[in-house]
């Protein structure tokens, strides 16, 4: 019988099997799964920390934009990607968050790649926190800058590194709310650092925004750090803004050299005009109602408080993030998944999200999780525990 010869170009591509099989064995592997709009789970997963997601006045204001500007921004902010809504929110985050200007990207990730290649380069001299988001840490691979890693959250490792710096120029690059454990760095301690050592800092406040601070105005502003001269900030509109893209927050001089500079601003496709009025919508329902950000930090304290007197080692969540470690990543998974056959959607974080052996349920409070959401997630955590 004839075997069909293998297609000549198959081979190049043989490694991917021998990589999956590793990554299977390792309990690594990843699958997609579409939800469907309405569904029975009970979400501890996602980042919509306001609940604003769902919101009829955010979701109205998205049908509304894309009906009257188009459902795509048609081309790159600097061609004709720009309309009015982009800067009016621009404006708008600026004012909120205390800082001179304000620039949109498409994402989060855009934005954080923008601020670290933009701001550094041959002559500068990176130095980072060891827990950094991995859109940071992409966009120090690509400045071509020094780079310096130091333990996480140690102050006098960042000092020792800014004041070793052999560049004319340095800057530090941080989370101010870690996405694994929701811990939060020493944004002050940092900022003296850098001051003491003429570099800037360089701040991803993606899950402070909206939980921290003034009525949500995020961690740089709790650490009274807005409108510094050389802070810069990145955030999202995809977690507590319930929409999707990103935006850097600083000195006008900042936004203007993004603007001319940063290639994933100039080279990419606007943001969605849709996803602008989102986040506006947004912002301005969370100005009206400052107490989503309090009930946010209530309800991750009572999960945190709840599960660990349930008998489970928890986080002590500074933020909306509650993790939970599980004994290995085979072990989280399992646990993830009997969470959710159980009507529970948990995080599942296993490597590279986090560092061998520290794999764990990553849960998310939200502003509108009730008393009975609370004591459903506790029962299904605790019963299905390895």
């Known amino acids: 019988m004839n075997q069909e010869a293998p297609h000549p170009g198959a081979a190049a591509l043989d490694w991917l099997d021998a990589h999956a099989e590793d990554r299977k064995r390792a309990g690594l592997t990843r699958q997609l799964r579409p939800r ?24 109205g204001a998205a049908a509304a934009a894309a009906l009257r500007w188009g459902t795509g921004s048609t081309g790159s902010r600097l061609v004709t990607g720009s309309t009015e809504l982009h800067s009016e929110l621009e404006f708008e ?9 304000a620039l949109v990207f498409s994402s989060g990730y855009t934005a954080n790649l923008a601020v670290v ?120 509109l995809s977690k507590s803004l319930g929409a999707q893209g990103g935006a850097v927050l600083g000195p006008r001089r900042v936004i203007k050299h993004l603007v001319d500079n940063a290639r994933s601003f100039i080279f990419d496709t606007g943001l ?64 993830s998944e009997d969470c959710r056959a159980a009507g529970v959607w948990v995080g599942c974080f296993r490597p590279p999200s986090v560092p061998d052996s520290t794999s764990r349920l990553r849960l998310t409070a939200r502003a509108d999780l009730t008393e009975s959401d609370i004591d459903r997630a506790v029962e299904v955590i605790t019963k299905t525990a390895p």
């Open 36 to 59: 469907r709009p309405e569904q029975d789970l009970l979400d501890l997963a996602g980042n919509d920390y306001l609940g604003l997601a769902r919101d009829k006045r955010v979701g």
């Open 117 to 236: 290649t933009a701001l550094t380069g041959k002559n500068c001299s990176i130095v980072t926190d060891a827990n950094i988001h991995a859109s940071l840490i992409d966009g120090c691979r690509l400045s071509r800058a020094e780079l310096a890693v130091v333990g996480h959250s140690d102050v006098a490792a960042a000092t020792r590194a800014l004041a070793s710096k052999r560049t004319d120029r340095a800057v530090y690059v941080t989370d101010s709310v870690f996405s694994v454990d929701g811990d939060l760095a020493p944004l002050p301690e940092l900022h003296a650092a850098c001051r003491g050592h003429g570099a800037a800092l360089i701040v991803d406040d993606a899950h402070g925004l909206g939980v921290l601070g003034e009525g949500g105005r995020g961690a740089v502003h709790a650490a009274g750090l807005s409108g510094e001269p050389d802070v810069v900030t990145t955030v999202t």
């Open 93 to 101: 985050l600026a004012r909120f968050c205390g800082t001179q200007a």
């Open 272 to 335: 969605a005009p849709s996803s602008a009025a989102a986040a506006l919508s947004a912002l301005t329902t969370l100005k009206e109602e400052p107490e989503r950000a309090e009930r946010v930090l209530t309800n991750a304290m009572t999960l945190a408080v709840r599960l660990r007197e349930a008998g489970l080692t928890v986080s002590s969540p500074a933020s909306a993030v509650v993790s939970v470690p599980a004994p290995s990543a085979d072990a989280a998974l399992r646990w």
